[in-house]
């Protein structure tokens, strides 16, 4: 059963970890963050709204079309006065047009169907000459082994179904890219990116991250059973008492309005 963001039990999946310090680093490469008025926008529990919120933006707002997520992100970042949170749905966000400097989608457009409609209200909302921040992962980035540190990878090893449900409702870059231009933004970058997702003392606590679900909606189409028999699997490739580093491999795309 896919993952149901609207449901009290999912309010911290997204809002348990922190973005690594070298994510901001490598978007604030290509998009200035210093003052800047930015939209993030499926936030989730906020992790990204809270790294943008402490890198120099001088005001980010967090939106989201999950009550419950906004409630977990707003307890992940309380008391950073700089963060405002708005429930509104990516494809109408009810806000008023050109108010910010920057929109960051990450990890949403693979929840989109009609990605046109996502990007033209991503567009109305910006400012003229304002920076569209996309961050997912193409059928590409999914397809790629099983490893240490690749832990994902090791899913679909063992359960190939999951790798045909998650390509199917993930875009590949040249979808993404006509997708942009059709919308009338210019494309400035698309490249690559490992990002760390989080570090585990050793495998029992990534063991326990993953029977939990945290932050992985795919996992969602598992059964409890199924899920133990895919722990036990990863347990197999991993040396025990070993910390473990895992890190995933996403497109990130930069356009300008
Ligand atoms: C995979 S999570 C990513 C959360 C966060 N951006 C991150 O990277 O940690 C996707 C989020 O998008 C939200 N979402 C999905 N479809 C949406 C839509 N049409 N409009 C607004 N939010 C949406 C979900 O509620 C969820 O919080």
Redesign the pocket.
């Known amino acids: 059963m896919p993952i149901d963001?609207h449901d009290q039990n999912n309010q911290s999946t997204?809002a348990s970890r922190e973005a690594e310090a070298s994510w901001i680093s490598t978007i604030g490469r290509y998009v200035p963050l210093q003052g800047k008025r930015v939209l993030d926008?499926?936030?989730?529990?906020g992790?990204?709204t809270k790294a943008l919120a402490l890198s120099g933006a001088a005001q980010v707002t967090g939106?989201?079309?999950?009550a419950e997520?906004l409630k977990g992100a707003a307890e992940n970042c309380r008391d950073i006065p700089n963060i405002s949170f708005a429930r509104g749905?990516?494809?109408d966000t009810g806000l008023k047009d050109g108010q910010f400097d920057i929109v960051l989608e990450?990890?949403?457009i693979h929840?989109?169907r009609d990605l046109g409609a996502c990007f033209r209200e991503a567009q109305r909302v910006l400012k003229p000459g304002g920076t569209f921040i996309i961050q997912d992962r193409t059928p590409e980035d999914c397809s790629l082994a099983g490893s240490p540190t690749h832990i994902r990878g090791y899913f679909f090893e063992k359960y190939p179904k999951l790798l045909e449900q998650e390509i199917q409702r993930r875009y590949s870059g040249s979808e993404v890219i006509d997708a942009l231009r059709q919308t009338g933004f210019v494309l400035n970058a698309e490249f690559s990116y490992w990002e760390t997702r989080k570090s585990y003392r050793d495998f029992e606590q990534l063991g326990l991250d993953l029977l939990n679900r945290t932050g992985r909606?795919l996992l969602f189409e598992l059964t409890d059973d199924e899920l133990s028999e895919l722990v036990n699997f990863i347990g197999q490739h991993l040396a025990s008492g070993q910390p473990i580093q895992e890190q995933d491999r996403w497109t990130v795309w930069i356009a300008e309005k």
């Open positions: 963001f997204y926008i499926g936030c989730g529990g992790i990204y939106m989201d079309f999950s997520m749905n990516a494809l990450r990890a949403l929840h989109i909606s």
